[in-house]
T-cell receptor, first 113, second 112 residues
């Protein structure tokens, strides 16, 4: 089945460490997105990529970095500069075009030890 | 981005219809109305979308007001699996660079 795979489901990080969250899709979608969700809140856009080797900052990009070297992969690195990284991270992909929906993974929950 | 307003929470009884409202008084002529829902500890899933006419699919119906300043997501028979947060989103699908903006949504509780 086609879909989006995020790994790991749960991740723990020590203070001062960088950590990378994986997102892979086999839907052949051009666009990919990373969102952050805090308890009881909506989703906030961190980074997005409309095409390979290109990505744009979203609303809360500070303390995060991404790469898009392959169409199917869009890893997110949470750096030590992100002061409050504990959150639920969601990856999505979408085929560009009119009325195309976003498809989401099941998320990675990141916690600080 | 055009904004939407939804109630924070709603309750429904199982097997009864549910009408989830969304106000979008500043909607532009090219904005599509999208609905997603998010079950606990999962990513959001697409429910339905429309532009001007009412829409039906296997999951739900979308009723759009004639002036397009409001819309209603209709679940015809709520089940316990429909308990989720429902997001109403406007997006100009002709704008290549525009993104989806997920607000806090409406938390739907379904009572057995």
């Amino acid at each position: 089945d086609g879909g989006i795979t995020q790994s790991p489901k749960y991740l723990f990080r020590k203070e001062g460490q960088n950590v990378t969250l994986s997102c892979e899709q086999n839907l052949n979608h051009d666009a990919m997105y990373w969102y952050r969700q805090d308890p009881g809140q909506g989703l906030r856009l961190i980074y997005y990529s409309q095409i390979v080797n290109d990505f744009q900052k979203g609303d809360i990009a500070e303390g995060y970095s991404v790469s898009r070297e392959k169409k199917e992969s869009f890893p997110l690195t949470v750096t030590s500069a992100q002061k409050n990284p504990t959150a639920f991270y969601l990856c999505a992909s979408r085929q560009t075009g009119i009325a195309q929906p976003q498809h989401f993974g099941d998320g990675t929950r990141l916690s600080i030890l | 981005d055009a904004k939407t307003t939804q109630p924070n929470s709603m309750e429904s009884n199982e097997e009864e219809p549910v009408h989830l409202p969304c106000n979008h008084s500043t909607i532009s002529g090219t904005d599509y109305i999208h609905w997603y829902r998010q079950l606990p500890s999962q990513g959001p899933e697409y429910v339905i979308h429309g532009l001007t006419s009412n829409v039906n699919n296997r999951m739900a119906s979308l009723a759009i007001a004639e002036d397009r300043k409001s819309s209603t997501l209709i679940l015809h028979r709520a089940t316990l699996r429909d308990a989720a947060v429902y997001y109403c989103i406007l997006r100009d699908d002709g704008n290549y660079g525009q993104n989806f903006v997920f607000g806090p949504g409406t938390r739907l509780s379904v009572l057995p």
